[in-house]
């Protein structure tokens, strides 16, 4: 592809350079954890607007099921990990863990507790436990 490059600017580097690495990771699942989030709010807002309407919940043989509770994972997911990655910034704002090692551990905890919670919550949810 550099062959073809026919402008006089230096093509962007980073996709030769950069290698991934967790806080990439959790970098990225912020971002996308809080449009994750703001979608479900959203969801929530207008199902409470119906409910309260019409007295009746709007797709509730959905909400109960499989599919449901998959959902229900992916919005638990995306609340807690937006949570931690407040956190994390809170304990950068002190100026620890920026080591890049300790920052890539603090991510991989980030991202196993968030998944380890929301699944917990997820089964007490759907009455599993």
Known sequence: MASQWNDKRPMAPHLQIWRWHPAMLSSILHRASAIICYIGLIKV???LLVLTLTGKLPLEGLI????????LFV???AF???ALAQLRHAI???G???DPDKNNML??????ASVILAVLITVFAAGAA
Request: hydrophobic content about 70%; glycine content about 10%.
């Open 45 to 47: 807002a207008i199902g």
């Open 64 to 71: 109960f099921s499989p599919l449901g509770a998959i959902g």
């Open 75 to 77: 919005f638990l997911f």
């Open 80 to 82: 807690i990990f937006m």
């Open 92 to 94: 950068w704002d002190k």
């Open 96 to 98: 620890a863990m920026m």
């Open 107 to 112: 991510s991989y905890i980030m991202i196993a």
